[in-house]
């Protein structure tokens, strides 16, 4: 029987979708080296959004992990996502994470306050193939 990975800080819980790749123990060697996202639903007494956690890829160093997150229109404003982004970050501390990363496409100032509300900082700006720019926000998640 597999484990289920819930996150929770007494206002949002948080459910793995696909529980298989976050058994309890060592992670797989193929997570640490790019391997499938671990998607959680954000919920707040009923669902409100997702918080997506994967190893980073190219431009980044081993041991980074990116998150994304999105929240249902409704659920904006209330400190669900920056919450739910600070348990995802603990979480991937115990799967030996070292530092995550969230990409904010330029001017998305909510998203941006919601990277800054869970401890990162604005590291620089990246522009993409396609001409789109993103914000890079970072927060170590180990101590130096």
Known sequence: MRDEVKLCDGVVVLSLVDPAPA??????????????????AIRAGRPVGTVELRP???GFAGGDVDLAFALHPD????G????AVQLVCDHARTLGARRAVILVPAGHTDAA?????AGFARRGQISHADGTLSDWYVRALVRP
Not at 75 to 78: T, V
């Open 75 to 78: 659920a904006r404003g209330r």
């Open 23 to 40: 058994r309890t123990g060592e992670p797989p060697a193929r997570w640490r080296t790019h391997g499938p996202a671990l998607t959680f």
């Open 113 to 117: 306050a919601v990277a800054r509300r």
């Open 80 to 83: 669900f996502a920056s919450r």
């Open 56 to 58: 980073a890829t190219t």
